[in-house]
C-alpha cells in the first residue's frame, strides 16, 4: 500500500506524458517511505466527459487518491500527500501548456476487516532478491 490513482481531464494527456507522470508519483510515493516498493501501484485514468468550471477548454483536472491501510498518523498522512502533490505539479510545470490545473489529492484509509489482499508479486520479488545472493 498505498494504492494510488490520477484522474484526469483527457486534455491534460494533450500537453503531458501521463506515463511519467505516473512514473513520478510512483517513485514520489516511494521516496516518502510510507510503503514498500512490492506494495505500491500507482495508475492513471483519464477522463473524456468533463467539466470544469465555466468549462472553457483551458481548465483542467488532476485528482489523486491514495488508498493506504490504517494506523498513520495525521502528520505522516499530510507529509506523504505533500511529496506527492509537490511532485506531480512540478513534473507538469516542466512542460509548457495553456492549461490551468485544478489539482487535488486525498487519502482513503482502507478497512481491514473489509479488504482481501493476495500479492503475488511481493512472492516474486522476494525470490528475485534470493537470485541475486
Known sequence: MPHITIEYSANVGEYHDIGRLVDVVHAAALDDGL???DGLRTRAVSRDHYRVADGQPDHAF?????RIGPGRDLE???TFIRRVLD??????????SP???????EIIEIDAATRLNRNHVRTRMQGHQEDDR
Open 35 to 37: 510503503a514498500p516498493l
Open 76 to 78: 505522516t498522512k499530510q
Open 62 to 66: 488532476i485528482a489523486i487518491a491514495a
Open 87 to 96: 511532485a506531480a505539479e512540478h513534473h507538469l510545470e516542466q512542460t509548457p
Open 99 to 105: 492549461l490551468s490545473v485544478a489539482w487535488s489529492i
